[in-house]
Structure formats: structure tokens, C-alpha cells
């Protein structure tokens, strides 16, 4: 074969790998898109059951710590998503709100102010 015909076939080899890499790296973003999704989702559903919880008469301030909990604790930064990533920053921001909502929710509910993180209200209210 000629010299022309193996770089041909030598850049055509490349161009493949090319494709399979970059489908590859297309179906990394889009399983890590999904995962954000569902924690972020999680972390609504968190936050709305925590304020149904308080509505009640009286408030049911147990249930509404454990969604705190579990809101705090569900998959931490890195397990689903590449630490430090910019959906890692996503889902960690929204991670805090939620945090910081129910937080609000639990001091206007119970008339308390045990501070900004969750820990404090988990260790007083939590089963």
C-alpha cells in the first residue's frame, strides 16, 4: 500500500476513536444530569415534607427534623457527583437552601434558635 493510503486509514482510525470517546463523555453528562436531577428532587420533596409536617396541629417537629436529616445527609458532595464539579456546586447549593428553608421553618415552628447547621436541631429533636 502506499504511504497516502496508511495515513487515510491512520486518520480515519482516529476520527472513530474520536466519535466512540466523545459518545462515551456524552453518556457520562447525561447520567451525572440525571443524578443532579434526582438529588436536587430529593431535596424539594425534603423541604415539602418538612412543611407539611410543621402545619400539622400540633407540629410534628420529630418528622420535620428527619427530613432535615436525611436532606443533610443524602449522598454528600462527591458520591454521585465528581467533587467540586460544576453539578456537584448545583446540587450542594441547593443542598444548603433546603438546609437553611426547614431550618427557618423549625425556629418559627418551635420558637428556638439552635443555630445554622443541622446538627444542633438533629441531636435535640431526632428519634
Known amino acids: 500500500m502506499r504511504r497516502s493510503t496508511w495515513l ?3 486518520l480515519i482510525l482516529v476520527l472513530v ?3 466512540v470517546w466523545t459518545f462515551l463523555q ?4 447525561t447520567v451525572r444530569v440525571a443524578f443532579a436531577e434526582e438529588q436536587t ?3 424539594e420533596e425534603m423541604r415539602k415534607q418538612a412543611s407539611e409536617a410543621l402545619a400539622k396541629e400540633p407540629p410534628d417537629v420529630k418528622k420535620a427534623v428527619g427530613s ?8 454528600p458532595s ?3 457527583q465528581h467533587k467540586d464539579s460544576r453539578l456537584d456546586r448545583i ?10 428553608e426547614i431550618i427557618q421553618m423549625l425556629r418559627s415552628s418551635t420558637v428556638e434558635d439552635l443555630g445554622n447547621a443541622p446538627d444542633p436541631w438533629i441531636e435535640r429533636y431526632a428519634e
Open 41 to 43: 428532587h430529593v431535596f
Open 68 to 75: 432535615l436529616q436525611y436532606a443533610s445527609n443524602y449522598y
Open 8 to 10: 487515510l486509514w491512520l
Open 91 to 100: 446540587v450542594e447549593r441547593a443542598r444548603r437552601s433546603c438546609v437553611r
Open 26 to 29: 456524552l453518556g457520562m453528562i
Open 78 to 80: 462527591g458520591t454521585k
Open 17 to 19: 476513536g474520536l466519535l
